[in-house]
């Protein structure tokens, strides 16, 4: 099974930037359309962004377009979301998921469109 590793979190400043890795193993990892999701206490768990398994498309959620940016570097098996001009409404654990493998050309915006979830990673942003 694919296995996901999350890194990069932390605490920084409102204004600041941080970038998310996440690292995976198992299955070959260019077939797989790869995503962010976070989930803050008491909240459901919400779509941040996503690219498919070529890196051919990608989208975002409306509240972080124009500032989080995700890649995906499959040489290495990675795929990365810089996030810049951090607010304290993005403080949430960030989770990578990757979905069911099959090549999709589309992005795929539901949870329970993916198969596979790393640990995650806190991400908090003080004001």
């Known amino acids: 099974q694919v296995q996901l590793v999350e890194s990069g979190g932390g605490l920084v400043q409102a204004g600041g930037s941080l970038r998310l890795s996440c690292a995976a193993s198992g299955r070959t990892f260019s077939s797989y359309g790869m995503g962010w999701f976070r989930q803050a206490p008491g909240k459901e768990r919400e779509f941040v962004a996503a690219?498919?398994?070529?890196?051919?498309?990608?989208d975002y959620a409306d509240s972080v377009k124009g500032r989080f940016t995700i890649s995906r570097d499959n040489a290495k098996n990675t795929v990365n979301l810089q996030m810049n001009s951090l607010k304290p409404e993005d403080t949430a654990v960030y989770y990578c998921?990757?979905?069911?493998?099959?090549?999709?050309?589309?992005?795929?915006?539901?949870?329970?469109?993916?198969?596979?979830w790393g640990q995650g990673t806190q991400v908090t942003v003080s004001s």
């Open positions: 690219i498919t398994w070529s890196g051919g498309r990608s």
């Open positions: 998921a990757a979905d069911k493998g099959r090549r999709y050309i589309y992005i795929s915006y539901l949870s329970s469109e993916y198969a596979y």
